[in-house]
């Protein structure tokens, strides 16, 4: 049986009982409606990017998403509609899009993983979330064995959320429709850090080959590039910024990271509450190990197992709650494992 940490970036993850490839739609569709018709348990991998899959594996049938190809139908004076397969490259899409000329996905550059994981998670950084730009997504419904497409309001999108994700596994994703912007211009920058890379304010526009640059050098810094020098295998940020109540985002220290939610809620950052729980960079627990790069990053520094990486985020999610009061939640999908 094939290992599935062949299949993830983490590296870790136990044997498969049945892998299979698709190469298509239509196979996408075939392939789960015969596991459903078995009544074996499926596990759709994309890019395996933001997956801990246990050491045990998956006792049913995993299906690997290969499809690609995308559809541009577009105004040369205003923007287009995107049509992109969910087995297509993320990134590779990004750095398409503003190749052909349009804008509004620059921030989200350097991002692992394929088009179709990106509306579950509702992949976000540096100020913008993909929400922004999903005009509709088209999915196979497991329950109702037929196609239905979402609309951006349907997907019910928030902060690292979707009704993807909320009723994980019931739709498969088959391609995502994008409407963007044609220019040059960026998106107001949103974030400080970026803004500050870049020498510009808050709210200013630069040129969305300048952001992208800049995006995908802020993430080797950190250890987030998949293909980043000597970087070892992680699934990117493992925790979620927690957003807290106001009562609970005021009793943390001043210095505190706090961004403002629209519903009257605050955003803290993981990183910040690990590292002033006294997690550390390097910090390795058997096999696992925070990145010396960044506190989010949990790492296999080569010979991890997936039980070492849950202990060590177990040993994080501990010190942040005792010091802090605050449960981090696993922004990556735990497979065969859990952190309670």
């Not at 990004?94 to 190749?99: E, K, M, N, R, S």
């Not at 052909?100 to 509306?119: N, Q, R, W, Y």
């Not at 526009?205 to 590039?225: F, H, I």
């Amino acid at each position: 049986m094939e290992q599935l940490s062949n299949f993830t970036t983490l590296r870790v993850g136990g044997p498969a009982r049945k892998i299979v490839h698709a190469h298509t739609e239509n196979e996408l569709i075939e392939f789960v409606k015969a596991a459903d018709k078995n009544n074996e348990q499926v596990l759709i991998l994309g890019g395996g990017s933001n997956l801990l899959i246990s050491d045990a594996g998956f006792e049913g049938t995993v299906i690997r998403v290969e499809s690609k190809g995308n559809a541009l139908d577009y105004d040369a004076c205003s923007g287009g509609m995107i049509e992109v397969s969910a087995g297509e490259d993320w990134d590779k899409f990004v750095a398409l899009t503003i190749d052909k000329g349009f804008a509004d996905l620059e921030s989200l550059s350097g991002i692992p993983g394929t088009v179709g994981g990106a509306p579950i998670q509702n992949i976000g950084a540096y100020g913008h979330e993909v929400s922004e730009t999903v005009a509709r997504v088209k999915t196979f419904d497991r329950q109702k064995s037929e196609i239905v497409t979402f609309s951006n309001s349907e997907c019910k999108f928030s902060y690292r959320h979707s009704i993807f994700k909320e009723e994980l596994g019931r739709y498969v994703i088959l391609n995502v429709t994008f409407q963007l912007r044609k220019g040059e211009q960026s998106l107001p920058i949103a974030y400080a850090e970026l803004a500050k890379h870049l020498s510009v304010n808050i709210g200013d526009r630069v040129k969305v080959t300048d952001v992208r640059k800049a995006v995908l050098q802020l993430r080797a810094s950190k250890g987030m590039l998949i293909d980043s020098k000597n970087e070892i295998n992680s699934a990117g940020s493992f925790f979620i910024n927690p957003i807290l109540s106001k009562e609970i985002a005021d009793s943390l220290p001043s210095e505190a990271p706090r961004w403002q939610q629209p519903d009257g809620k605050v955003k803290t950052s993981a990183a910040w509450l690990m590292e002033h729980a006294g997690i550390t960079k390097g910090e390795k627990l058997a096999g696992a190990q925070i990145s010396n790069k960044h506190v989010l990053a949990l790492t296999n520094s080569g010979d991890a197992t997936a039980e070492d990486i849950v202990e060590l985020a177990k040993k994080a999610r501990k010190k942040v709650f005792e010091k802090f009061g605050i449960k981090l939640q696993a922004e990556v999908q735990l497979v065969g494992v859990d952190l309670d």
